[in-house]
């Protein structure tokens, strides 16, 4: 009998659209199911991505609200380093928006969406059979973009993340701020082993923070944010939150994300920049691979694993180094203690390091400028050894 669809996708956010999009464009019968009602709700997301992601996805321009040409960085003690040019660095976006126009896309492409049902279970028959409430569809592949926690991933072998930061953030409103420049925080009094962020969207900012630790304990900080002390809390001190948000970001990189018959992508295959948590970039990129082998193999009559390895090949070719080595960014920066970021600070002040900054500088290859700070400032190279000692395993 034949399958209802060549392809299931498990996962109606922004990876689970596009990859679901590149495929129904190709002819196939792909369906779209989201646990959702209404697709890009609830919002989890602070909304800031390169101009490049709209080389991917120029349709969903409308999304845009804001754009940034640099950064204000306020290191554990409060000093200041402005970085920027004239060129825009980062677009802020809608962000349910941008995942309603991609999934639009997906639609005009002759994908059919399914919302408002979760996939409970994942059975490997002579096609995957897939359980959506009291119903069972079966495809001949499916791929899981559905998320941090993806039960796809589970259900297809594959391995778990590394570990995950957890995210809490808020849109606030009575907040004035330089509405080109995001503002960014390090410290262990306000985000410790990550940053909290600033982004200016009109009459609202939003605002958060990730950390390793327990969700608990980064609405605490969340909290701290706002207290007296620190430069944050100065700019804040009028703040009215509106709407909060948490979520979680996944971190180290799955040896594989492809099994018989099924594939992973996006947050369900953490591909996300370990730096910034930003995973829409790297997502939305590994989402045209995947769907470039799905095509290639359902075009073959192949869905096994072997056809599929392909996958894995091509997306690690093109972003999986820079993906590994943000990892180790990471951890490195995660390790140091305030003095030791102070320091950084310190050593990348001048004027010399900062044209240097202002033109490497990139959220979505943020190694490039790792080496040429370190190739200008070669006391840099003590804390290096860590990054070294990671290891290039990228989790
Ligand atoms: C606090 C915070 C701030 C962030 N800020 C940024 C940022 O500024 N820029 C950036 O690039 N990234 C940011 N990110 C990361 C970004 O949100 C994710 O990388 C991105 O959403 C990944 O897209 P995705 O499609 O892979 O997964 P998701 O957007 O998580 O979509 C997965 C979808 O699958 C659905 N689903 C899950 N299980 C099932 C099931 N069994 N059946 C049916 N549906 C299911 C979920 O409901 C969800 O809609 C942030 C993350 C957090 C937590």
């Not at 009459?203 to 909290?223: A, H, N, P, S, W």
């Not at 001190?237 to 971190?251: C, E, F, N």
């Not at 948590?277 to 045209?288: E, N, S, T, W």
């Not at 390790?335 to 310190?346: A, G, M, P, Y």
Request: proline share 4%; aromatic share 8%.
């Amino acid at each position: 009998m034949t399958p209802d669809y060549d392809v299931v996708v498990v996962g109606g956010g922004p990876v689970g659209g596009w990859t679901a999009s590149n495929i129904a464009k190709a002819g196939f019968r792909v369906a779209v199911i989201e646990e959702h009602q209404q697709i890009g709700e609830p919002v989890q997301c602070a909304g800031i991505i390169t101009p490049r992601v709209f080389d991917m996805v120029d349709f969903a321009r409308p999304s845009i609200l804001n754009e940034v040409k640099g950064a204000n960085i306020f290191s554990p003690s409060g000093n200041k380093l402005a970085i920027g040019t004239d060129r825009v660095q980062a677009k802020i976006i809608d962000r349910s928006k941008f995942d309603c126009m991609i999934m639009d896309q997906a639609m005009n492409n002759g994908a059919e969406l399914i919302s408002g049902h979760r996939v409970s279970g994942l059975v490997m028959g002579e096609a995957c059979e897939i359980t959506v409430g009291d119903k069972t569809l079966k495809s001949k592949l499916i791929i899981g973009a559905d998320g941090a926690k993806s039960n796809i991933r589970s259900w297809l072998g594959l391995e778990e993340p590394a570990y995950y930061l957890n995210g809490f953030g808020a849109d606030i409103e009575n907040v004035q701020m330089e509405q080109d420049k995001v503002n960014i925080f390090f410290g262990s009094q306000l985000a410790p082993n990550f940053f909290a962020w600033m982004i200016p969207t009109g009459d609202v900012i939003r605002v958060g923070l990730c950390m390793r630790e327990g969700q608990d304990t980064v609405y605490r900080y969340f909290k701290k944010l706002f207290e007296s002390g620190s430069p944050a809390a100065t700019m804040l001190k009028d703040g009215q939150v509106k709407k909060t948000y948490a979520g979680i970001i996944p971190l180290g990189l799955p040896s594989k994300t492809y099994a018989d018959r099924g594939m992973i992508v996006g947050d369900a295959a953490s591909h996300v920049k370990a730096t910034s948590g930003g995973g829409i970039y790297p997502g939305l990129v590994c989402a045209q691979f995947c769907a470039q082998t799905a095509i290639e193999a359902l075009e073959a009559g192949d869905t096994s694993e072997k056809m599929l390895a392909n996958y894995q090949k091509t997306w690690m070719k093109d972003i999986g180094d820079e993906l590994k080595k943000d990892i180790m960014i990471h951890k490195v920066f995660a390790s140091l203690t305030d003095e030791q970021v102070e320091d950084v600070f310190n050593m990348v002040s001048d004027e010399e390091t900062l044209a240097i900054i202002n033109k490497v500088g990139d959220i979505d290859y943020p190694s490039r400028l790792g080496w040429m700070l370190l190739k200008r400032e070669p006391k840099l190279l003590k804390y290096a050894g860590k990054f070294l000692r990671y290891g290039l395993r990228g989790r």
